[in-house]
């Protein structure tokens, strides 16, 4: 079976190559028969073969005219070309910076919606510490005094005031690891940051949230010797 298809393989490319051939021929026979018409239409137009050839030699005169306007046509063919080029590339780069203002309107959009909800969350946390009996509405720190509640919620304040600096990117790392020893000095501070820890553990290593927490750990390391102190007893 193999050989007869390799066999009506090799007959049907012997044909198709035959049918080219012809259809070559044909196309030949034809070129040649209609260029004799043509030569001779034009040899009838003008009288005779002499005259014909004489326009033809006439005619052959302004090849040199028709050659330069032909150059002359490329050139601006071609000019036409790198100005579109060019216009595509202003384009691109119009674009380009349309993008990056649209991303940077976007960033402060991000930031101003940041800040607002900065301002909301320290004006709750203010009316908390102003009237005790708010914060039986919302309390993280339950069981604790209303004088204590205030300092953890005035800590939380600091805390997060430092971590906005930060994911403004106002602080390196160092200058945050300076802050959080002298904020850690405070018995206050380290009761909220006592109360307060295991809900920051649980955030993501890798959030500014989580590079906060971690930077205050190192702190307390350094400053206990590698583990968190005891809790000061509250006031």
Not at 24 to 48: K, M, P, R, T
Not at 92 to 114: C, D, K, M, N, V
Not at 155 to 184: F, I, P
Request: one cysteine or more; aromatic letters at 6%.
């Amino acid at each position: 079976m193999a050989n007869d298809r390799a066999s009506r393989s090799v007959v049907k490319a012997c044909a198709w190559s035959a049918a080219a051939v012809a259809g070559i021929a044909v196309v030949g026979a034809a070129s040649i028969v209609v260029s004799g018409w043509l030569i001779d239409g034009v040899e009838q137009a003008n009288g005779s073969r002499r005259t014909a050839i004489e326009r033809s030699v006439v005619g052959d005169y302004f090849g040199a005219a028709s050659a330069v306007f032909s150059g002359l046509a490329l050139i601006l063919l071609v000019v036409t070309v790198l100005l579109q080029q060019r216009e595509i590339q202003l384009q691109r780069r119009e674009l380009a910076l349309q993008r990056e203002e649209l991303i940077a309107s976007r960033t402060e959009l991000r930031r101003s919606a940041a800040a607002d909800l900065r301002a909301l969350h320290i004006q709750l946390t203010q009316m908390q510490m102003d009237d005790p009996a708010l914060s039986e509405v919302w309390n993280d720190y339950p069981g604790q005094p209303p004088a204590v509640i205030r300092q953890h919620l005035f800590a939380n304040l600091t805390y997060s005031h430092l971590l906005l600096v930060h994911q403004w990117g106002d602080r390196s790392e160092a200058d945050l690891l300076r802050e959080a020893r002298y904020m850690l000095r405070s018995p206050a501070f380290r009761r909220y940051w006592a109360a307060s820890r295991s809900l920051k553990e649980s955030l993501a290593p890798d959030s500014d949230e989580g590079r906060m927490f971690r930077v205050f750990e190192r702190a307390i390391a350094e400053a206990d010797g590698g583990s968190l102190a005891p809790t000061p007893p509250a006031a």
